[in-house]
């Protein structure tokens, strides 16, 4: 395709479930971030991959989350055990290499626990 | 640590009039980027225009103008001519200088609204 695309676009689980949130990034770009975006705030980083290697994941709240990119495409954020607290948007952009290059952004998977 | 911040939490503008959106920053390093994103309710983040640090000359796309105060860590959007579909969430957003990773720390956003 030709944008960064997320699926699903939204998700509603139990609290307690595990859940999984895919992103399709642009094909070409070997940079991969995930965000994560509560209600009424600006977006916060959790985690970027350089290729298949997560080369920042200072962001991750706790170890409930996890994300991986196993071939340096399509990635995967995991969240175990899911609380009414990790309800948001989940946002995924993807660049190329190079100096300034612009991050593209899709439209996100927003989650509910209820 | 860099920290954004947006002291607007909403604005208003008439339509074909200008509006100026407020953002200063904190950081200790000279080499970073300035962003201005446009969410409108799709959620899609929309890059709206850039600014490098290291260019003195303030970043212009169309409408849209910055008014970059590298000293003062300031970095304001000047909408010119606003059209009902400029209407959005804004965000600031920095990020680090070239090779120190691509993310970006945002602000907390301003709602634009424009009345016809």
């Known amino acids: 395709g030709a944008g960064v695309s997320q699926t699903p676009s939204n998700k509603v689980t139990e609290k307690g479930k595990y859940v999984e949130l895919r992103c399709d990034p642009i094909s070409g770009h070997t940079a991969l971030y995930w965000y994560r975006q509560s209600l009424g705030q600006g977006p916060e980083f959790l985690i970027y991959?350089?290729?298949?290697?997560?080369?920042?994941d200072s962001g991750l709240p706790n170890d409930r989350f996890f994300a991986v990119r196993p071939e340096g495409s399509v990635s995967t954020l995991k969240i175990q055990r899911t609380e009414r607290g990790d309800s948001a948007v989940y946002l995924c952009?993807?660049?190329?290499?190079?100096?300034?290059?612009?991050?593209?952004f899709g439209q996100g998977t927003r989650l509910t626990v209820v | 640590a860099q920290t954004v911040t947006q002291s607007q939490p909403e604005m208003s503008v008439q339509e074909a009039e200008t509006v100026t959106l407020s953002c200063t920053y904190d950081?200790?390093?000279?080499?970073?980027?300035l962003f201005w994103y446009k969410q409108p309710p799709s959620r899609q983040m929309i890059l709206v225009i850039r600014?490098?640090?290291?260019?003195?000359q303030n970043a212009t796309e169309n409408r849209f103008s910055v008014n970059f105060q590298k000293a003062a860590k300031s970095f304001s959007l000047k909408i010119s001519d606003s059209q009902l579909g400029d209407a959005a969430m804004y965000f600031c957003?920095?990020?680090?200088?070239?090779?120190?990773?691509?993310?970006?720390?945002f602000g907390q956003g301003t709602e634009l609204s424009v009345k016809p």
């Open positions: 600014q490098e640090a290291y260019k003195q």
């Open positions: 991959f350089q290729g298949t290697g997560a080369a920042d």
């Open positions: 957003a920095y990020r680090r200088g070239y090779n120190q990773g691509g993310k970006l720390i």
């Open positions: 950081t200790s390093e000279s080499d970073y980027y």
């Open positions: 952009a993807s660049s190329a290499r190079g100096r300034g290059v612009e991050a593209f």
